[in-house]
């Protein structure tokens, strides 16, 4: 790493600062952007967190569910309850000594008088019910319709919480136009709490608002609500601070000690949801096994020994019910079991926290300074490497951080800085470089260094070794003029060895831009092939069509995303590309304008596989066609390019195509004994001297 003195550092790290400086500022002027991408990211760490048994949220089973799903109303025999299946299942729960009762339904208003009279007749015997009722969550107060509703609001006014209210809360929603389960049913019970919840701008449930101003006081949520009555907590016990809210002496019946119960909240009074699982997770009961519990004495006194004591949430789960939404765990999910999750998080205490604003500073300017002497090291290779490994880091801990401590840390945003500013001070020192090459011999050393790291990547892209089907021989050489090279070869395989690609290709001119476009076509070449692989499907009828089709979709991608993105730099390649059956030993090709190989066969004349069309990126809309030729026992084909038959000697005689067909053509030996003998022709004949232009040679037998 290239240290040097402390001026050298300044401008960088300014540079670095500012960058970052300029991702928070765009994080405040479009947080819902940032805060989605990051919550997106949570989400998944969340998913990871449920799906590892070690890590896995906990789960408090005195929270259960009491579902009115399909199945419970079969076995009513009516697929509309009425009020009075909802109070004999009250009732019911009343008598097996629920501890609470949440009831997940608004019954606003009267029905009939039969049905609301037993509905109310079960709320008075159970008396450990809560209802629930909605608001519209707003950012400034409202009032309910007077004139339409004034029992309901004067309910509320006076069950609402006379919390005292601190400038800490100024932010919390306020709970207007509400609608509220029929007062005199309320009245009988342990009172109501909201259903309400907050969906983040995406849609995802991921947060509860836990109180709601209303007038001059406060509504709970339904979580709170069912919360405070089981812990026994009263308004007057619970504190407001900044970030929680406060349960003071908090005693749970299997607890001898009461404590005090910090609930973290977030600006707008909502608490992130731990989500202990999937919907099958939480103890779930059918309606209507409790609805006929009274039947039978043995059965209410077996559910009265498991559900004693215990927070019964009751709800319709039913098919075609619309309480669904999107939570981080899945897409569809019971509303119902937002609100069960939240009663869980806060008995738990799993609660998930947000990084501290300090630490997350401490941690970006520790970034600022490892991008910057990342963006020193000579290698742009080594110096992306460490910016993804911090970027990796970044991640793996925060993902640790909360598999072990539900402790949500901001990632993309760093993220975002982190990658902004390595590209940001990757051009600033490659502005700074190109300066001094201009001025200094340091600079053209540089260059040359930095023209040998192209050349290893180059390299690179050759294969490493050739994939060669049983029966067959393949063997090639490859000598660039220049550091980096405008030809190249590839043989891959296709659907687990199948097949075989071979590619031979030549970028028109030398040097660094030939290279580029050399790594772009063979890039490009090899991934459509790949990618078509799966896409084009065999015909039966038709075995050489497969083959015939990828070639040509292959060429013709390439050729029209090179034509239509570069087409102004005037490069273009020629480019020879076979689709090998090793079985059949057919060979289906396309010759994109490149030298045509030469097909040698015992006992015939030497056969050129000719142009099938124009080189690739001469012209968008080129057309190609695909021939094909069948290998025998013995067959040779052999291919090269151009810097093979222009190779000159001292005198400037170029090697010739000729020349190059009498010595593949004599005896048949074995691929690589072919090539070897060519190349030791080009030495002997350029002599001491570099070739002028790449040489690639190919040979392919049939053996």
Not at 166 to 192: I, K, N
């Amino acid at each position: 790493m290239i240290t040097g003195d402390r001026a050298k550092w300044v401008r960088p790290l300014l540079l670095a600062a500012g960058v970052f400086a300029a991702v928070n500022l765009l994080s405040v002027l479009f947080p819902v952007a940032f805060n989605t991408w990051n919550e997106r990211l949570n989400d998944q760490f969340i998913s990871l967190k449920n799906g590892l048994p070690g890590f896995a949220p906990p789960y408090d089973d005195v929270v259960i569910h009491v579902d009115l799903n399909n199945t419970s109303l079969r076995a009513l025999k009516d697929y509309h309850p009425a009020r009075g299946h909802y109070a004999r299942g009250i009732r019911n729960l009343g008598a097996m000594k629920v501890a609470v009762q949440m009831c997940d339904i608004i019954f606003a208003g009267e029905t009939s008088p039969d049905n609301d009279r037993l509905l109310v007749d079960a709320t008075r015997q159970a008396r450990e019910v809560v209802f629930g009722m909605a608001f519209r969550l707003a950012s400034s107060p409202g009032l309910a319709d007077v004139d339409e509703n004034p029992d309901a609001r004067n309910y509320l006014q006076k069950t609402a919480w006379k919390i005292k209210a601190s400038q800490d809360t100024a932010r919390f929603y306020h709970g207007v136009d509400p609608l509220v389960t029929w007062v005199p049913l309320a009245e009988l019970s342990l009172g109501m709490g909201f259903l309400t919840l907050a969906p983040d701008p995406d849609g995802v449930i991921r947060r509860l608002p836990l109180l709601v101003r209303f007038e001059d006081g406060f509504y709970p949520s339904f979580a709170l609500k069912a919360v405070c009555d089981f812990l026994k907590v009263s308004p007057d016990r619970i504190l407001l601070a900044p970030g929680s809210i406060t349960l003071k002496d908090a005693l749970r019946r299997d607890r001898a000690q009461a404590l005090d119960l910090a609930i973290p909240v977030d600006p707008r009074g909502c608490m992130r949801i731990t989500f202990a699982g999937p919907w099958g997770r939480m103890k779930h009961y059918n309606f209507s096994d409790i609805y006929f519990a009274s039947d039978d004495r043995e059965s209410l006194e077996a559910f009265q020994y498991e559900l004693e004591g215990r927070i019964a949430l009751v709800s319709d789960t039913s098919t075609g019910s619309a309480d669904m939404g999107q939570v981080p765990i899945d897409e569809t999910y019971p509303l119902s079991g937002v609100h069960a999750n939240a009663v869980n998080t806060i008995l738990t205490g799993s609660f998930i926290r947000e990084f501290p604003v300090a630490a997350a500073a401490v941690v970006e300017i520790i970034l600022v300074f490892a991008v910057t002497a990342l963006s020193f090291h000579r290698s742009a290779l080594v110096s992306a490497a460490g910016v993804v490994g911090l970027g990796t880091l970044l991640t793996a801990t925060a993902g640790l951080a909360f598999l072990s401590y539900n402790l949500l840390a901001p990632v993309v945003r760093p993220l975002i800085g982190t990658g902004l500013t390595w590209a940001a001070l990757s051009i600033w020192h490659a502005v700074a470089n190109a300066r001094k090459a201009a001025e200094i011999e340091r600079a053209r050393q540089l260059a040359e260094r930095e023209l040998e790291i192209g050349r290893k990547i180059q390299a690179g892209f050759l294969p490493a070794s050739l994939p060669v089907p049983p029966g067959w021989e393949i063997a090639a050489y490859f000598q660039p003029a220049m550091q980096v090279s405008g030809d190249f070869y590839d043989v891959f395989e296709l659907r687990a060895g199948r097949f075989v690609g071979i590619v031979v290709a030549d970028v028109c001119d030398h040097g660094v831009g030939s290279a580029l476009f050399m790594a772009l076509t063979r890039s490009l070449i090899r991934a459509f092939a790949l990618q078509n692989v799966g896409r084009l499907k065999d015909n039966e009828n038709d075995p050489d069509g497969w083959p015939q089709a990828l070639t040509l979709e292959a060429v013709r991608q390439t050729n029209a995303y090179i034509s239509e993105n570069h087409g102004d730099t005037g490069m273009f390649a020629t480019l020879f590309f076979g689709i090998l059956d090793p079985a059949a030993g057919r060979l289906t090709y396309v010759n994109g304008g490149h030298e045509p190989p030469l097909l040698l066969r015992c006992g015939q004349p030497v056969a050129y596989l000719k142009t099938t069309g124009l080189a690739v990126g001469a012209l968008s809309d080129a057309p190609y066609k695909a021939e094909s030729i069948t290998l025998q026992n013995g067959d040779r084909l052999f291919l090269y390019t151009d810097g093979v038959t222009d190779a000159g000697d001292n005198a400037g005689v170029h090697f010739s195509k000729q020349r190059l067909v009498g010595l593949v053509a004599e005896e048949s030996v074995c691929a690589q004994a072919l090539v070897d003998r060519v190349v030791a022709a080009l030495k002997a004949h350029v002599g001491k001297g570099a070739p002028a232009d790449d040489i690639t040679l190919l040979s392919v037998r049939k053996t």
